[in-house]
């Protein structure tokens, strides 16, 4: 599968833990993205790389939200201190460093926060 | 503000009939719209790219249209299958490489 792979699929945390994802994008990608999305919502952004330097930070993502991409490759979104209104499908996406080219997204991973 | 809106907010209708899906948006300026199609639980897979001087584009039983200048666009679907059904988002993307401003979606459920 060369597709965009997220990891976990599936996680369920306690209220104030940590918890990491991981999105391995298609790999001649340099653009890479996640969104955050609730049920019945469209996506909304929260950050963007290009490359490794990450280029844009929505201000959804508080200080308790952090994202890498340290060699320009994967990527890791990490949550500190886990709230129930965290519970939510995040999804990665990547594509070409051109204008009109599709962003081809991940299956996402679906936290939920007890 | 730059907003995009669909409707109708959900559709059903049976196997084999067409259906039009709308997307309205103000997003400015404008670089290209996008018709992505999601499943429940899964990631949104593209459809169609549509860019400011094309105004028709079909991906098999998918014909989407954009007229840049009422800022509207429709996704058309031909002799829907049950695996129509998902939610379609009509995707606005503006001047900078992250702003992709995304609609609601319109939940389509196909029925036998």
């Known amino acids: 599968d060369t597709g965009v792979s997220q990891n976990p699929r599936h996680k369920i945390t306690k209220r104030g833990q940590n918890v990491t994802f991981r999105c391995d994008p298609i790999?001649?990608?340099?653009?890479l993205y996640w969104y955050r999305q609730t049920l019945g919502q469209g996506p909304e952004f929260l950050t963007y790389?290009?490359?490794?330097?990450?280029?844009?930070k929505s201000r959804l993502l508080s200080d308790r939200f952090s994202a890498e991409r340290p060699k320009g490759s994967f990527s890791t979104l990490e949550i500190q201190r886990t709230e129930q209104g965290d519970s939510a499908m995040y999804l990665c996406?990547?594509?070409?460093?051109?204008?009109?080219?599709?962003?081809?997204f991940g299956q996402g991973t679906r936290l939920t926060v007890v | 503000k730059n907003q995009v809106e669909q409707s109708p907010q959900s559709l059903i209708i049976l196997e084999g009939k067409n259906c039009t899906l709308q997307?309205?948006?103000?997003?400015?300026?404008?670089?290209?719209l996008r018709w992505y199609k999601q499943d429940t639980g899964r990631g949104p897979v593209s459809l169609t790219i549509m860019t400011f001087s094309e105004n028709t584009k079909s991906n098999g039983r998918y014909t989407a249209t954009l007229d840049a200048d009422t800022k509207q666009s429709s996704l058309h679907i031909t002799a829907s299958q049950l695996s129509d059904s998902a939610s379609y988002i009509c995707?606005?993307?503006?001047?900078?490489?992250?702003?992709?401003?995304w609609g609601a979606g319109t939940k389509l459920i196909i029925k036998p």
């Open positions: 790389f290009q490359n490794e330097a990450q280029l844009e």
């Open positions: 995707v606005v993307r503006g001047d900078s490489n992250y702003q992709l401003i």
């Open positions: 790999s001649e990608h340099n653009r």
């Open positions: 996406a990547s594509s070409y460093d051109r204008r009109n080219t599709e962003a081809f």
């Open positions: 997307c309205n948006y103000t997003v400015s300026p404008f670089s290209n």
